[in-house]
């Protein structure tokens, strides 16, 4: 479909933009559950990030389901779309020298490893946001496990579609352990060198 599409020498390159960020870009992808805590804890590490200095953005079903993505359901394939976008949208942020903090249940291993390849590897984190199943339907922060009990919401993570976990996360967060302030700075300290201009 691309085949005719003749890419544009643009002069101010992904360097450049790095150069007068003085940082690299970087893709953190937070996966799990819903009400795993992906939001929570990404928004924590932003906050963190930004007041060093870090120039972010974060992307999650607030701004894509209801924009971009409105026209995609909670089927199978079209989450995989839904994160196909996402990781095209990402790359875009990357390539203008932003750290990108998504936060996505992304519960398909090949939409995740898609994500990777889209983005290139040493552009991305994978940060798996384990709490159970069970802890997820305490919280039920927004109401959905009920409904899905009872019927009302088809394709529910966990429920009635799957989730399948990272087997090798860059890093692992059990919620359920760890305290809130804990994971955010270990996810930071993490990252820190990984946005060092002079690291290779
Ligand atoms: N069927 C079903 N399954 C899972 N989640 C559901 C569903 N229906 C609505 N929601 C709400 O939508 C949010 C998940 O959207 P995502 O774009 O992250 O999902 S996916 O990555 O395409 O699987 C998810 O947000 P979070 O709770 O922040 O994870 C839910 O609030
Ligand atoms: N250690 C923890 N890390 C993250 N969230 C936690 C933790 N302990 C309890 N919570 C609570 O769990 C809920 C997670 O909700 P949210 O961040 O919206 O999840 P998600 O984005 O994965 O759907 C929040 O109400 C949060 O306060």
Known sequence: ?????VPHNYHIT????LKKNN???LLLWFTGLSGSGKSTIANLVENALFNDGINTYSLDGDNIRKGINNDLSFSAEDRTENIRRIAEVANLMLDSGLVVLAAFVSPYKKDRENIRTIVKDVNF????????L?????RDVKGLYK???LGEIKNMTGISAPYEAPENPDIEINT???NIEDSVMRIVDFIKPKLNLKNA
């Open 125 to 132: 984190v994978e940060i798996y946001v384990n709490t159970s």
């Open 134 to 138: 069970e802890e997820c339907e305490r």
């Open 176 to 178: 359920e352990e760890e």
């Open 14 to 17: 992904k360097q450049d933009r």
């Open 1 to 5: 479909m691309s085949k005719n599409i």
């Open 147 to 149: 409904k899905a009990r």
């Open 23 to 25: 940082h690299k870009s």
